[in-house]
């Protein structure tokens, strides 16, 4: 197998939950980033196994399994996707692999705001 051109998408998802409790309503937004390697030129997508190193080393990964029959590349979200994931303000790095091959890799981070919130900050 030979990747000849590689994309990445790196996106910012948030994902929300909301519960109605008498006539108030909880909204909850958990930021989540979305990871997918594809190969433009081949005919079906890799299965892609993404790592990701959080700031106290320990690593968590996840599969991107090829949608559509393999038409299109997978998507792993983080946190969600990944086991003992975790979101704390730090430098986190990741890295995709396809058939055991590293083919791609890239950092992000958490920061706090003034608010108390974290904020997501691309590498």
């Given at each position: 197998m030979t990747l000849r051109r590689?994309?990445?998408t790196l996106g910012f998802a948030m994902a929300a939950c909301t519960s109605a409790v008498a006539q108030s309503v909880l909204y909850v937004a958990r930021p989540a980033i979305a990871l997918s390697v594809s190969d433009r030129t081949a005919p079906r997508q890799w299965p892609v196994e993404f790592t990701v190193t959080m700031p106290d080393g320990k690593t968590t990964t996840a599969i991107a399994a090829p949608q559509m029959g393999g038409?299109?590349?997978g998507t792993v979200h983080y946190p969600s996707d990944f086991g003992n994931a975790g979101m704390h303000v730090g430098d986190y790095g990741w890295s995709a692999r396809v058939g055991?091959?590293?083919?791609?890799?890239?950092?992000?981070?958490?920061r706090p705001s003034k608010e108390g919130q974290l904020l997501f900050v691309p590498g």
């Open positions: 590689t994309t990445i038409e299109r590349a055991g091959k590293e083919v791609m890799r890239g950092k992000f981070s958490y």
